[in-house]
């Protein structure tokens, strides 16, 4: 689909794992930015190897890239060194994946903060006050405010998930990658992290993996279809939901096949 303003755009973009299996195969993706783009797609069908692909956090299972990943100052992602991936993920791209993962071991404060170490050009202010304005834009601090120095795994699951959104955050990433962020929630959770991502999208572009139709319709403006590593369909939420022009969109959407 035609997009004027992308944050980051992907060109014929394949991840291969060592073992042979194309997680993803030769993904052409603009993203609008400061919007919400859902991926939605049965089990399996690339949507997290894309996802990881994109930041690179693929490299961990020794996946081989094709194709490119271009940042709207027109740097290739898949050219970054290690120590300038470091900082693409410490400071552009935040990441948030399915199961919330709080540090072992260290404090609401130190774990939200973590990522300031990564920042090369911090804009002054001091670390507790990045930390509560990342807490207070990931809906958490009315809750966490007298307990900054408990430890970050002693929350519940919804407030540690909060609080993996605040800690991918607090750089004030361009972009923010969301694997299935509510699939280990409670409803009342779900619906504060739904909210969160509406607000943080008028200065952040994000990208939702979501196994729920509903809550791609509720947060997304544009929704892709993937299937067997592929892009199948990409369009307005609106459109995909409700006019789709593939048959296997349609045919995922009203749940005959998951
Ligand atoms: N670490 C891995 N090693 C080998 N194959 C993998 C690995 N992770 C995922 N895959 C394969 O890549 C494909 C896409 O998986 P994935 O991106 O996890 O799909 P989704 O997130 O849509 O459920 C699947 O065939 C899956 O089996
Ligand atoms: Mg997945």
Known sequence: MKIENKAIETF???????????????????FAANEVTAIIGPSGCGKSTFLKGMNRLSDEFNC??????IMKNGTD?????????????GNKIGYVMQKPVPFSGKTILQD??????????????????????????????????DRLNDLSTSLSGGQQQRLCI????INAPEILLLDEPCSSLDPKSTQLVENLILELASD??????????????RVAQRTAFFYEGKLIE???TNAIFNNPSDELTGDYIVGKFS
């Open 166 to 169: 605040a800690r991918a955050i």
């Open 112 to 145: 939200v903060s973590m990522p300031l170490r990564a920042n090369m050009e911090p804009d002054g202010g001091n670390v507790y006050d990045k930390v509560k304005s990342a807490l207070e834009k990931a809906a958490l601090w009315d809750e966490v405010h």
């Open 234 to 236: 990409y369009d307005f």
């Open 204 to 217: 952040h572009t994000i990208m939702i993996v979501t196994h729920n139709m509903q809550q791609a319709q």
């Open 64 to 69: 081989t890239y094709q194709g490119s990943v």
């Open 12 to 30: 014929d973009f394949s991840v291969k794992y060592p073992n042979g299996v194309l997680g993803c195969d030769s993904i052409s993706m603009p």
């Open 77 to 89: 992602v898949m050219n970054l060194d290690p120590y300038e991936l470091c900082l693409l993920r």
